[in-house]
Structures are given as C-alpha cells and as structure tokens.
Nanobody, 118 residues
Framework: QVRVVESGGGLVQPGGSLRLSCVGS????????MGWYRRAPGKQRELVAQ???????NYSDSVKGRFTISRDDAENTVALQMNNLKPEDTAVYFC????????????WGQGTQVTVSS
C-alpha cells in the first residue's frame, strides 16, 4: 500500500544530464525526510542527496555542484536533477522516505538504473 517509486533512469553520455523522479503512494512526501541513494557495481549503497521535511538539503561531496534535489508537494514527488554526469555516477539509484516522527523504519524504492557511458 505504501510505496515510493523511482523513474527516469537510462543511458546517457558523459557530460549529459538526467532527471530522476520519486513519487510517493500512500504517504505524503512533505511529511518525510527524503533521500536519493545509489549503489554502483561492487560497491555499497551510498547517500547522494537528501532533503528534510523542513527543506534542509545535503549532498555528498562527489555530486555537489552537479546534482540538485527538489520536492514538488503538488505532485508528491522528489526529483534529482543530475548534470555533467560522469561514468562513476553509473549505479542503481534508490529513493528513500523516512518518517519525521520516528527512526524505526523507512520506505525504499526498488531503484532505477543510471548508466553513464560513451
């Protein structure tokens, strides 16, 4: 019943751009701390960007200046605009929703593949 679903992944050339979207179902995204994570081949899942319910934004150093996270309350979505993509950005990107009122659980999407290659 409660789901967060990612979309927008695909194949892009180095230096290109891609926009990912995460839509909430059964939750109101603005009531959650939202994050984008990624897992590259052979590596652990890592935080890419996050936006709190109150609007505080944080980025990993590796994407700072290239990626932008935003929330659209009307659409109940969180987007990740990715510019100047690099091959090392290749990964499965996941959306996470964490309740503001507890740290006991969170919701994860199933991921969307981003491949940066020439």
């Amino acid at each position: 019943q409660v789901r967060v679903v990612e979309s927008g992944g695909g194949l892009v050339q180095p230096g290109g751009s891609l926009r990912l979207s995460c839509v909430g179902s059964g939750i109101t995204v603005s009531r959650y701390h939202m994050g984008w994570y990624r897992r590259a081949p052979g590596k652990q899942r890592e935080l890419v960007a996050q936006i709190s319910s109150g609007g505080t934004i944080n980025y990993s150093d590796s994407v700072k200046g290239r990626f932008t996270i935003s929330r659209d309350d009307a659409e109940n979505t969180v987007a990740l605009q990715m510019n100047n993509l690099k091959p090392e950005d290749t990964a499965v990107y996941f959306c996470k929703a964490r309740p503001t009122w507890t740290t006991s659980f969170q919701y994860w999407g199933q991921g969307t593949q981003v491949t940066v290659s020439s």
